[in-house]
């Protein structure tokens, strides 16, 4: 019963081969071959110019390395396969809030100049990558955050295959989490969290992190899986399979009500809604929305 509720809470967790998706168990992918990965060094950590982009968007925000007490050991075994897991895992669910996303995406970068600096916090696999060849302003500076660093060759190649390059985007990727952003204060004009508040150590610390890093004006977009708050028995089934959620997927916890963290931080503004998908139990319970520094 156990490992049958956790593979329907899955999602965030690495898919069972039984699913048959995404590329589980199999090779990384290759990259395509006219990629120029570029490494930039800053500050003393490693980037990856994913889309070997001379723009003029490249390191328009210095990184800092920002060591965490929070940040634990890291298992390189569990976080190649986590990254291969969730490379396609999650396409039906991305499927099921891309509507949401796009709206969301298509409202903050319609604000944005060109130039700008995109934060995507616990940027993963990178499967946001399609909103910003979409629409909005050309030459931004994404930098994205992500502390398992065997996400990075996924989210190069999902970058490219966007493609972000023929935008003039440039993508830089590092070592962080989200309660030390390796930015300064008032760096970034926009920070993207869609699936990562429920993996962090410390939400009110994370959350004030981004605040910190936001220029004044500046977007915070996020898209979260929380605990129901229409159905009790769901919520009771998330609050008992959460630890082992947090086992398998890698922090993952099922049962935040991030919303009321969000609205408790040091935001001038929250735009937000709670909304019910269907189809992925567990996950089902939805936040959206942009709040404003």
Do not use: W
Request: net charge negative; glycine share 10%; hydrophobic share 40%.
């Amino acid at each position: 019963m156990l490992l049958v509720a956790a593979s329907l809470a899955l999602p965030h967790g690495l898919p069972p081969q039984s699913l048959q998706c995404g590329r589980v168990g199999g090779p990384p992918p290759p990259r395509p071959r006219d990629l120029d990965r570029r490494a930039v060094l800053a500050g003393g950590l490693g980037f990856c110019g994913c889309c070997g982009i001379a723009s003029p968007a490249d390191a328009l925000a210095t990184l800092t390395p920002r060591a965490s007490d929070l940040e634990a050991p890291r298992n390189p075994v569990f976080d190649r396969g986590f990254a291969r897991g969730m490379n396609g895992g999650m396409a039906d669910y991305e499927a099921a809030v891309a509507p949401k996303k796009k709206a969301l995406f298509a409202k903050m970068l319609g604000s944005l100049k060109e130039e700008s600096t995109v934060v995507e916090l616990g940027m993963g696999t990178f499967p946001n990558a399609g909103f910003y060849a979409a629409s909005g302003p050309r030459g931004l500076d994404i930098v994205g955050v992500d502390p398992n660093d065997s996400m990075g060759r996924y989210a190069e190649v999902n970058a490219a295959q966007a493609g972000l390059g023929e935008r003039g985007h440039s993508i830089r990727v590092a070592h962080g989490v989200g309660e030390a952003l390796p930015l300064a204060d008032r760096s970034a004009d926009a920070v993207v969290c869609t699936l990562t508040l429920c993996t962090v150590v410390d939400m009110d610390r994370t959350l004030a992190e981004c605040v910190r890093v936001l220029k004044p004006g500046g977007q915070f977009l996020f898209l979260e899986h929380v605990l129901s708050e229409t159905d009790k028995g769901l919520a009771e089934a998330q609050i008992k399979f959460t630890p082992f959620q947090v086992q398998a997927a890698d922090g993952c916890h099922l049962d935040r009500r991030t919303l009321q963290n969000i609205k408790a931080a040091a935001f001038k503004s929250v735009d937000s809604e709670y909304f019910d998908l269907d189809g992925f139990l567990y996950l089902n319970p939805t936040i959206a929305g942009i709040a404003t520094v």
